[in-house]
């Protein structure tokens, strides 16, 4: 969720290399990453932020896990063997072998770009040839009709007496 | 008979005097040889200054008392403060209960808890990391430990379990078990 970009960020990891000057910490081995409702697994993890406080990260795993609860308070699952982050933008990237479920929704693809701000995502192919984008999306189950229409009759019925 | 003794006896007697005022002038300390691990220099209450090339005094120690010890060229420093001020860089404070350096102060060994802490800079807040059993290097900048250790910065804190810290370079490797809570300042765009 987008509150979740303010909430502290808590990083293991096996080791850890931090450089000041360019403010970027590499963490490898077990890297766990949490940040509110957000959670990121993966075998490797380099996090860096620019001037004015935006935070960057990539990461490779086998595969990388990710998993966050949205706005609407559905959870959002999602892996890739490697990933990439924009804080400044809001889109994370996912690459090679990607999947993020949603619900019952699903996309399969190469890449699949998921804006985290406007929960909009595009998945596309490398363009090798047979790899293809595969959606499912699940309809939401309408309230059924005979239930919608017999609760004004009790309602009459009620008034009636 | 006795007047040929007499000179014999004169001498035994001066023999027997001599000996004697030796071992009373004897100082009993003077018969135990300082052993090479023990302190051939005790300093109470001791403030020291280094100075570089230019005249600039760069590296600071107060400590309660100091001892060298001749094998290693060792000096053992209790409850030491060193503060060490480089040209451009942010001055470093490091305190610590005891330690020992080795070769003229090339290397330091600090066994118990030792906190450096780093001024703050026109790039980053406060820098302190707090740890035990470490070695500090102070021409290099060089800082490292296998013990655990906790470095805070600002909102954020980093620990782990082993750590090796250029403080010129700016960069710390945190060995394992590594635990870093980081709190993103505000996104201003």
Known sequence: AKADREEKIHIQADQGNFDQKTNTGVYIGNVIVTQGSMTLRSDKLTISQDADGNQFSQGQGNPVKFRERGDDGTWITAESLRYDYNGKTGLLTLIDKANVHKDQDEVIGDIITYNLNTDQYEAKTTGKSGSRVNITITPKKKASAPAAAARPAATNASEAQ | MSQRLLPLVMIVMLGLLVWLLNSAASLPALEHLNRNNEPDLIVQKTHSVRFNEAGQPFERLDADRVRHITENDVAWFDNPHFTYVLPGKPRMDLVTSSAQSINKGDKLWMPDTAVLTRQPDEQHTKLVITGRQVWFAPTPG?????????????????????????????????KSKVSTIYDPPKRTR
């Open chain 2, 142 to 174: 060089l800082v490292w430990s296998d013990a655990e250790v906790v470095a805070d910065m600002g909102g954020s804190r980093a620990s782990g379990v082993g750590f090796s810290a250029d403080t010129q370079k700016q960069t710390i490797i945190l």
